[in-house]
């Protein structure tokens, strides 16, 4: 078969599967799931798979994780790895459609807590499956082999819980075979059916903050017998925002405090003050120096309140960075998929994603889709809403939508990139 012909046979493929894609997003999208507990979206992954007549499934990796091994019917040596991450969100469903999430976790660390797919990994579980399907119809015309990765917990598990893609990698997920190329995509508001790109650190490093500023418990009527942390904790807040000043202000960094947990009651001076949080840098280098100033700003400052601070970094996570070496090749697979007007360098973001783990190990890309009803300002070279449309949200934004009509596009996307590297044409320069 020519390769024209292997195009228009995937491409064939994946509009045949496209309205399966939209019931599974669907489904999932009505059924979340939060880390490290996505034991019902792993069924459903699993057995497709199965009943796709793979060469192997594995399930139970890393808690939830399920790869599928499909071997090409032509010789070659290449291996891809096709990676989405399964797992959902602590944020309420106000995004509108029929099927919106009204699931409650009752008993998730820290919860209740309202989940939802806010950062649209219901899309990319679906398209995934499609792309599994097309490729399994199409395997006799696939010179080597796919590896199809359902990753739990990219959010992060709970702080005394081991998960995500570093763990799928401690059990040797992706080994027997390891792949030559590890490839996936991230769903975002650019317009509809666009793939944007990077080269150098597309998502930020990223690591959680824990910080424990311990005074002394005593009753609210008479403060002076004790020492309160609370008026610490408010000034470390406050400090966080001069830390920005210190660094470079053309590599942007972020310390984010999401969650402050006390110890008492209303009329009670509690013991101790925690401040959760997170730490985002664009050039993973700084990511030491932030770490430092932080723990200097946390440990000086409760001090002079007469409290005590410890600050723990949990949860690192490496940028996600992307060569030239592998985007060279990749930018005609991309442009025959989207359109080569529809194939756009975006800045870098501070959102992180634990691909890098695998991408690091292995090498390989990823990138974002477009999904959402916006467009882009000619002038500032950024997306904004389309005039008429939904607007526009980013991710964990209980508003955060995808289109389905694009699903479709990224099911040829993962088909598309997965042939063309066992083909010998995504590979490093």
């Not at 769903?187 to 424990?212: D, E, H, M, T, W």
């Not at 920005?244 to 969650?259: E, K, M």
Request: hydrophobic share 40%; net charge negative.
């Amino acid at each position: 078969m020519s390769t024209d012909a292997i195009y228009g046979e995937l491409d064939s493929r994946a509009q045949q599967v496209a309205d399966q894609v939209v019931a599974w997003r669907r489904h999932l999208h009505q059924h979340p799931e939060l880390s490290n507990r996505e034991s019902n979206t792993a069924t459903l992954v699993a057995d497709h798979l199965t009943d796709l007549k793979l060469d192997e499934v594995r399930t139970g990796i890393a808690g939830h994780g399920v790869v599928g091994v499909l071997k090409g019917g032509r010789p070659g040596d290449r291996i891809i790895a096709l990676r989405a991450d399964t797992d959902a969100l602590p944020v309420p469903d106000l995004c509108g459609v029929p099927f919106a999430s009204q699931v409650v976790d009752e008993d998730y660390p820290g919860g209740p807590f309202p989940v939802s797919h806010a950062c649209g990994h219901d899309a990319h579980t679906a398209m995934l499956m499609g792309a599994a399907t097309v490729l399994a119809g199409a395997r006799e015309e696939l010179p080597g082999t796919v590896l199809f990765v359902f990753q739990p917990a990219e959010e992060g598990p709970p702080v005394d819980e081991r998960g995500g893609a570093s763990a799928m990698l401690a059990e040797n997920a992706l080994e027997n075979p390891a792949p030559s190329m590890v490839f996936g995509f991230h769903v975002v508001p650019l317009p509809k059916g666009c793939i944007g790109y990077r080269v150098g650190n597309q998502f930020g490093a990223s690591c959680l903050v824990k910080i424990v500023i311990t005074g002394q418990q005593v009753h609210g009527s008479t403060p002076w017998m004790g020492i309160d942390p609370m008026p610490a904790a408010g000034a470390i807040l406050t400090g966080i925002g001069q830390i920005y000043r210190q660094l470079n202000a053309f590599d942007p960094v972020t310390v984010t405090i999401g969650h402050v947990q006390d110890v008492g009651r209303f009329n009670i001076i509690g013991q101790q003050v925690t401040l959760w949080g997170t730490i985002r840098c664009t050039v993973e280098t700084d990511m030491a120096q932030v770490q430092q100033r932080l723990a200097t700003l946390a440990t000086h400052t409760a001090q002079a309140y007469n409290c005590a601070a410890a600050v723990d970094y949990l949860q690192d996570v490496p940028a996600v960075r992307n060569l030239q070496e592998w985007m060279d090749p990749a930018l005609p697979t991309f442009r025959r998929v989207a359109g080569a007007e529809r194939v756009l360098p975006i800045p870098p973001t501070l959102g992180y994603d634990d691909v890098s783990e695998f991408v690091n190990r292995y090498g390989g890309l990823y990138v974002t889709l477009g999904v959402q009803d916006v467009q882009l300002d000619l002038v500032a070279g950024v997306p904004v809403p389309t005039p008429g449309g939904r607007g526009m949200f980013m991710n964990h934004n209980p508003h955060f939508y995808v289109d389905d009509d694009t699903l479709v596009t990224g099911v040829r996307l993962h088909a598309h990139v997965a042939h063309d590297h066992l083909a010998g044409l995504i590979v490093p320069t």
